[in-house]
Nanobody, 128 residues
Framework: QVQLVESGGGLVQAGGSLRLACRVSGGTFNRYAMGWFRQTRGKDREFVGRISRSGGSKYYADSVKGRFTISRDNDKRTVYLQMNALKAEDTAVYYC?????????????????????WGQGTQVTVAS
């Protein structure tokens, strides 16, 4: 059974930074591409970014490009989301997701349903 557990959320002032972590248990971690999503109450879930199995390919939503960085540590079975220059509009519940895929996955996977396992989420609140 694959489980994803996010941590690192909290309250931060605008302009500040937070680093989220998502640890995966079960399964073979380096066979998963990983993604981050976020959702604000009353709004649709939004893709934030993704990282390939090897960590060599990353893709970000325009809304976070240049401010957020995704990385992974396969030995620790953990993916990270470093968030800098936070804005009030970054306030949301952040979810990590795992996609079981081949090593050379060239598809444009950005939908929630493109992933196979999801965490419970961690709240990030940015005070303006």
């Amino acid at each position: 059974q694959v489980q994803l557990v996010e941590s690192g959320g909290g309250l931060v002032q605008a302009g500040g930074s937070l680093r989220l972590a998502c640890r995966v248990s079960g399964g073979t971690f380096n066979r998963y591409a990983m993604g981050w999503f976020r959702q604000t109450r009353g709004k649709d879930r939004e893709f934030v970014g993704r990282i390939s199995r090897s960590g060599g390919s990353k893709y970000y939503a325009d809304s976070v490009k240049g401010r957020f960085t995704i990385s992974r540590d396969n030995d620790k079975r953990t993916v990270y989301l470093q968030m800098n220059a936070l804005k009030a509009e970054d306030t949301a519940v952040y979810y990590c997701a795992a996609r079981s895929t081949i090593l050379t996955d060239n598809t444009d996977y950005r939908s929630w349903d493109d992933f196979h396992h999801w965490g419970q989420g961690t709240q990030v609140t940015v005070a303006s």
